[in-house]
T-cell receptor, first 113, second 110 residues
Framework: KAGVTQTPRYLIKTRGQQVTLSCSPI?????VSWYQQTPGQGLQFLFE???????NKGNFPGRFSGRQFSNSRSEMNVSTLELGDSALYLC????????????FGPGTRLLVL | KQEVTQIPAALSVPEGENLVLNCSFT??????LQWFRQDPGKGLTSLLL?????REQTSGRLNASLDKSSGRSTLYIAASQPGDSATYLC?????????FGTGTSLTVIP
């Protein structure tokens, strides 16, 4: 069974631009969660999607948004990029609920210049 | 707000040694606790998940314990190997999201 995949793996953007990251969960998994990982703040929860609906949300500004499609694939969008958005963005999938065993993708490393 | 702390931040041990990693959390109202390992530049790999009603879980050379009332969990690694070198993270779930610890960077010296 294929694991969680994320595209692209690396991305360089400039301040003020926007970016879209993609995550394909393990087949059959319906919950997709997104996390931001930085050296200073560690791993922080962004949001979780289930059946095309945002079910849970962390404490991030509205510039961070996401969506989920009917095939459970998810995208995350960051608008008006800031230098502090440079991070490793990880998505994780689980069968139904985020508190179950989560399987993580390799991440997308975003650098904002 | 749930806060998760891991001590030590870094640990270096000779191959073959048994070791313990610590995780503490401030709110005992958790759904479960999960231990992960992260290799440099990569995503997380789930190692063990302990439900709030359980006291411990074992997988191979790994044993994780949970004391919910005191807000503590430990990950015991037996007979450490160089391949165990990685960052180990614990995460507690409130049912809606995971709160991650800061991680322990482990180096096993051959």
């Amino acid at each position: 069974k294929a694991g969680v995949t994320q595209t692209p793996r690396y991305l360089i953007k400039t301040r003020g631009q926007q970016v879209t990251l993609s995550c394909s969960p393990i087949s059959g998994h319906r919950s997709v969660s997104w996390y931001q990982q930085t050296p200073g703040q560690g791993l922080q929860f962004l949001f979780e999607y289930f059946s095309e609906t945002q079910r849970n949300k962390g404490n991030f500004p509205g510039r961070f948004s996401g969506r989920q499609f009917s095939n459970s694939r998810s995208e995350m969008n960051v608008s008006t990029l800031e230098l502090g958005d440079s991070a490793l963005y990880l998505c994780a999938s689980s069968l139904d609920r985020p508190m179950e065993t989560q399987y993580f993708g390799p991440g997308t490393r975003l650098l904002v210049l | 707000k749930q806060e998760v702390t891991q001590i030590p931040a870094a640990l270096s041990v000779p191959e073959g040694e048994n070791l313990v990693l610590n995780c503490s959390f401030t709110d005992s109202a958790i759904y479960n606790l999960q231990w992960f390992r992260q290799d440099p530049g990569k995503g997380l790999t789930s190692l063990l998940l302990i439900q709030s009603s359980q006291r411990e879980q074992t997988s191979g050379r790994l044993n994780a314990s949970l004391d919910k009332s005191s807000g503590r969990s430990t990950l015991y690694i037996a007979a450490s190997q160089p391949g165990d070198s990685a960052t180990y993270l614990c995460a507690v779930s409130t049912g809606n999201q995971f709160y991650f610890g800061t991680g322990t960077s482990l180096t096993v010296i051959p």
